[in-house]
């Protein structure tokens, strides 16, 4: 089966890895070179997507589009592109719509009593303030002082949400299926660097088990709220003893995915392929006999190594598999030998958590002393 993966950065690089793991041959097609899922292709085009003619063209012998971008121009345009040449696209516009807002987001969180952080001014300082539209991490202020707040709103342009900010543990859970017919997945932990990215997967969860059932409750009922057909992620923060709801996903995440596959043997491209292609939702996964996982990003440079989020492999160029990387069972990075600076993204299983995060450790210590590295190894 030939899958077309529209867009080349980091969600990009998450379709086209478990799309070779589905066994299926990968076309990415990106406006720019040298994307890093184009190391991860069987074919890779550089084409600007809006050019609906040029790229309808590529579609002629393709099973399954797959978005993995999120540019509303690109976006419509593969939405037409993919009616015109009959091809199954995996995208639903509608639950998109409202998840991609933050602000529409949380107006639904409201008007159905879910759980959520309060919203300003009906909570205390510090704050967490979010552009409306911007994907994941990027631009998130935390503000301290109203003063500042009120500052930074006056001269901030565009739409903006200002919520109470919590410091807690970070999960996240994906839902899959049509309406009325849903499968949560595996709740995995999120770890975050200092802006707020997610540095690490770690799975199977820590989460509580009374938690994880109210938590694929929320998730269920969220993906029916926007009449979901496809995947969504959900991610939530641990708040006192209560998990409130902090964004939600109609799309492919990059990431969890990874973590899910390695920890459950589900695949999640796989599964929502298949949803599309025959319109039934699939067998959820055993999330009862799961290996332990981590998933983290790493920077090496200057003679040192760096935990960080997964936007240091945004810029690293075109990217590639690499088995029983110093130990882990694979990476997926930009090295090559003799290279001084590089980012790899470490994917380490073991029997459960304990061993991973032991097997882990060897790893880190593998390459300090392969590299003569110095700086602090994160804890997780």
Not at 71 to 84: H, K, P, Q, Y
Not at 325 to 350: C, H, K, M, P, Q
């Amino acid at each position: 089966m030939l899958v077309a993966v529209a867009g080349g950065n980091l969600q990009g690089v998450e379709v086209a890895y478990l799309a070779r793991k589905a066994g299926w041959e990968v076309l990415v097609v990106d406006r720019r070179a040298g994307v890093p899922a184009a190391g991860l292709a069987d074919r890779f085009v550089q084409l600007d997507l809006r050019r609906e003619e040029a790229f309808r063209k590529l579609l002629a012998d393709v099973d399954l589009l797959i978005p993995a971008l999120e540019n509303d121009a690109a976006l419509a345009s593969l939405t037409r592109c993919a009616r015109s040449a009959d091809v199954p696209f995996a995208f639903d516009p509608s639950a998109y719509a409202v998840s991609s807002s933050k602000r529409a987001s949380d107006l639904l969180f409201d008007r159905s009593g879910i759980p959520c952080p309060a919203a300003w001014p009906h909570c205390p300082m510090p704050v967490i303030v979010k552009p409306s539209r911007d994907s994941g991490s990027a631009n998130i202020k935390i503000i301290r002082e109203k003063d500042a707040l009120k500052a930074f709103l006056a001269k901030a342009g565009g739409e903006w949400v200002v919520q109470a900010y919590i410091e807690g543990p970070t999960y996240s859970l994906e839902v899959l299926g049509n309406p009325g017919d849903y499968r949560v997945l595996q709740v995995t932990d999120l770890y975050m660097d200092d802006v707020y990215d997610c540095k690490a997967v770690v799975a199977p969860s820590l989460m509580p088990a009374e938690l994880v059932s109210g938590f694929e409750k929320i998730s269920r009922k969220l993906a029916g709220l926007v009449n979901l057909e496809g995947l969504m992620d959900v991610e939530v923060i641990m708040d006192q003893g209560e998990l409130k709801v902090l964004e939600i996903d109609a799309r492919f995440p990059s990431q969890t995915p990874t973590a899910v596959y390695h920890s459950t043997g589900f695949n999640m491209l796989e599964a929502m392929g298949g949803l599309f292609l025959t319109g039934k939702s699939p067998a959820a996964p055993d999330c009862d006999n799961t290996r332990g996982v981590v998933y983290e990003h790493i920077r090496i440079a200057g003679g040192a190594i760096a935990f960080s989020g997964e936007h240091i492999m945004s810029d690293a160029g075109p990217l590639h598999v690499v088995e029983g990387f110093f130990g882990a069972d694979e990476a997926i990075t930009n090295y090559t030998a003799g290279r001084a600076a590089w980012v790899a993204t470490l994917i380490i299983s073991g029997n459960d958590r304990r061993e991973a995060y032991q097997k882990r450790a060897r790893v880190l210590e593998n390459l300090k002393q392969d590299f003569g590295l110095t700086g602090r190894v994160a804890t997780l």
